[in-house]
C-alpha cells in the first residue's frame, strides 16, 4: 500500500490498516451508498476515503477512533461530490425523458399527486397557448409517440417542417413552463 514518495510502513501498520479496511468496508460502503445514488460515484467515495487512511497512517498521524474518522472523511466527500454538481436546468431534466417520466408518480403519496395535478394542468395550458400546427405536431409525437415519419405520411407535410414546429413548441414550452418548474425544485 506504499503510494509514490511515500516511506514503506512497517508490517505491524500494514496488518492494522488492512484489518480496519476489512472490519469497516460493509459499514462505510452501505453509508456511502445510502447517500449518493450513482454507484460508480459511490465507490470513488469510498475508495478516497480508504486512500486518505492510508496516507494518514503513513504519516504517523495518530487517529484514535478510526470508525468515526472514516465516516466522517466520507460524509465530507459525498459532501464535495455535491457541491461539484450544477443544480440541474430545466433543459437537462427535459433531455431524452418522456413527460410521464417527467412527472412526479401519482403513487407517490399525496405531496407528488398535487404537484403532478398542478404540472398536468400547466402543461395543459401552455398547450393550449401554442399555435395549432405546432401543439398538433408537439402532441402527436410527444403523447401520442407517434414518429416524424409516420405524421409526414399522413398530412403530406414534410418531416423537417414537422421537425422546426416541434422544435418551435419545444421552446415555447420551456420558456412557459420554466417559473413553475423553479418552484417545484427550490422546496
Known sequence: MDTP????????????LAETIRQETARLQNFIRTRVPDPLDAEDILQ???????????LMQPIEHV?????R???NRITDLFRKR????LDDAIEGRTLEEMLPSPDAGP????????????????????PE????????????????????????VGVNTLLSRKRY???????????IYDEFTRK
Do not use: C
Not at 142 to 155: C, L, N, P, V, Y
Not at 169 to 179: F, I, K, N, Q, Y
Open 48 to 58: 478516497e476515503v480508504f486512500y486518505e487512511l492510508v496516507e494518514t497512517y503513513q
Open 111 to 130: 405531496d407528488a399527486a398535487y404537484a403532478r395535478s398542478v404540472l398536468l394542468e400547466e402543461i395543459e395550458d401552455a398547450l393550449h397557448d401554442l
Open 133 to 156: 400546427e405546432q401543439r398538433l405536431v408537439f402532441v402527436a409525437h410527444e403523447i401520442e409517440g407517434r414518429s416524424f415519419k409516420e405524421m409526414a405520411a399522413e398530412t403530406g
Open 73 to 75: 472523511v466520507a460524509r
Open 67 to 71: 470508525g468515526a474518522w472514516l465516516f
Open 86 to 89: 450544477k443544480p440541474e436546468s
Open 5 to 16: 514518495n511515500s516511506v514503506p510502513m512497517p508490517l505491524e501498520q500494514n496488518s492494522s
Open 169 to 179: 413548441a419545444v421552446l415555447h414550452l420551456r420558456e412557459r413552463l420554466r417559473e
